[in-house]
């Protein structure tokens, strides 16, 4: 059964910056892509970041790019989110995702193309 665990969130003021792990028993992960998304409430959910193979392969949404970094440990099926210079409208819920067999980079900034789901993990921002 493929399990995918956030940790990490929680509250932080603004500026400052916050790194959250997802850990995924996906049998497949070195070849599964990875992604992160968020959903603030009222708000639909929103892609943030996603890395394919590795660390060279990575896209970002335009409002986290140049302070958020994603990255994997494929030896360990973890991959992880650093948030810096975080912003009180980053404030949501986080989720990780993971798509394997993916085959086209455009259809990973949407979320419908995700296989697997983590549970999420809140994320505070105060002003």
């Known amino acids: 059964q493929v399990r995918l665990v956030e940790s990490g969130g929680g509250l932080v003021q603004a500026g400052g910056s916050l790194r959250l792990s997802c850990a995924a028993s996906?049998?497949?992960?070195?070849?599964?892509?990875m992604g992160w998304f968020r959903q603030a409430p009222g708000k639909e959910r929103e892609f943030i970041a996603v890395i394919t193979w590795s660390d060279s392969n990575t896209y970002y949404a335009d409002s986290v790019t140049g302070r958020f970094t994603i990255s994997r440990d494929n030896a360990k099926n973890t991959v992880a989110l650093q948030m810096n210079s975080l912003k009180p409208e980053d404030t949501a819920v986080y989720y990780c995702?993971?798509?394997?067999?993916?085959?086209?980079?455009?259809?990973?900034?949407?979320?419908?193309?995700?296989?697997?789901w983590g549970q999420g993990t809140q994320v505070t921002v105060s002003s």
């Open positions: 996906i049998r497949t992960f070195s070849r599964t892509a």
């Open positions: 995702a993971g798509r394997e067999n993916w085959s086209n980079t455009y259809y990973l900034k949407q979320s419908n193309y995700y296989d697997y």
